[in-house]
């Protein structure tokens, strides 16, 4: 089993449609829980961060981590073309020497004018 | 948030040639910076997580004399791809860790590497 599973969609919306994006995750010792967008060929851009479990919101996009179930979501209400792009979760098990991401595989969004 | 310049975007070198990619953390101090590669339609893979003023970290499998890090100060970090081969054409990515604690990290604007 990963550490961390994302479905690559590709997940296709109507713009102003609300997308959900799910990750779940094996391993109890993840604290951080971040959410970042990747355009085509160029780096990916930090949407979200949080380190404990509860609702974050950040204009249209709101993130949702579940401890208890190692389930985390973001929310991106009233969507747009330029929305379209890879979402990539991550998440560190801690903040110490040993800080290090692991990513989802990532989930291919197109929202359609 | 917190801004990371990478460069080039872009380089075309020759085969057996050696490419230098820069990663700044320009608003910052990046205690630690790490490397990413990137395939197409993959998501990224660790190659390296290098602390400032210490020799990096390679995650394994990744050939530590073919890809020097070198992170020098606070705020750069470089990657040199030494002897390079059409295999090493790539998307490569830098990120830096804002602080010690357990902050998120932020990335470069990546650098597209074709060896011909």
Redesign the interface.
Known sequence: QKEVEQDPGPLSVPEGAIVSLNCTYSNSAF??F?W?RQYS??????LM?T?SSGNKEDGRFTAQVDKSSKYISLFIRDSQPSDSATY?C?M?N????N???T????TLLTVNP | GAVVSQHPSRVICKSGTSVKIECRSLDFQATTMFWYRQFPKQSLMLMATSNEGSKATYEQGVEKDKFLINHASLTLSTLTVTSAHPEDSSFYICSARVGTGGSAAFFGQGTRLTVV
């Open positions: 604290q951080y971040m970042y060929r160029k780096g990916p851009e930090l961060y380190y990539l991550a560190a801690s903040g110490g020497s800080y290090k991401l990513f989802g595989k990532g």
